[in-house]
């Protein structure tokens, strides 16, 4: 029986995901420019403006697809307690429709429009989001048996993992004062026959886990948020 049950062991075993994390920060601080070039001195003399409670507008992500209903929802679930802590009244993300495309632009440019479009919709301040996501896929012995119908179906062959790095930062949408910032992390791993597995849903499932631990983070943070 044990030896059954290490058989079992090897075959779903396969390979392990080795991600990149390195290439990740390096495609973070490649969209990091977000300010406007400033001085130090200039940058120390800059001071909240907004009287609070302050609409907030989340940007859609520098890179990579929009934000998903249920990941809309999930930036929405902040709402509430940041109207408690006092800190604002209205958080709202931003719709595609309104943001100007960038082409292959990220980084400022991909800012910049989402700056206009926060100020279309009256927002004081804007979340700005980025995003990134790596995701990894290798099979184990089982794989043999995708070469049988039923095995596409059945065998549990092709491992997918992903991991999402997300920072975020709240700007001042006009003097681009920092008001907070925080970071999440999500993971995501699923063994699959291949007719179930999909790259695109392990890497949802895990930008998600991202927003989840980021929007912990930035909730407490700007609750602690003191104006004077």
Request: include cysteine; aromatic fraction near 8%; hydrophobic fraction near 45%.
């Amino acid at each position: 029986m044990k030896r059954s049950w290490l058989f079992a062991a090897l075959l779903l075993a396969g390979c392990s995901a080795s991600f990149k994390r390195h290439a990740m920060e390096d495609e973070l601080r490649a969209q990091a420019p977000i300010f406007d070039d400033q001085e130090i001195a200039a940058i120390e003399q800059l001071r909240p403006q907004i009287q609070l409670p302050m609409r907030i507008a989340v940007s859609q992500p520098l890179s990579g697809r929009p934000w998903s209903a249920a990941e809309i929802a999930e930036i929405g679930s902040w709402a509430e307690p940041l109207r408690r802590a006092g800190f604002a009244r209205q958080v709202s993300v931003l719709p595609a429709s309104l943001i100007d495309r960038c082409g292959s632009g990220t980084g400022r440019c991909a800012v910049d429009a989402n700056r206009k479009a926060a100020a279309r919709i009256g927002a004081d301040t804007l979340l700005v989001m980025n995003p990134v996501t790596q995701v990894e896929t290798y099979t184990n012995p089982l794989v043999l048996l995708d070469f049988a119908i039923v095995g596409l179906w059945l065998a549990p062959s092709h491992h997918t993992d992903a991991l999402a790095l997300l920072e975020g930062t709240l700007i001042d949408n006009r003097n681009q004062y920092v008001y907070a910032f925080a970071r999440g992390e999500g993971e995501h791993t699923s063994v699959r026959p291949l007719i179930y597995a999909s790259a695109s849903q392990a890497d949802l499932a895990a930008r998600a886990d991202a927003l989840r631990t980021f929007g912990k983070t930035f909730v407490h943070q700007a609750a602690q948020f003191d104006a004077e």
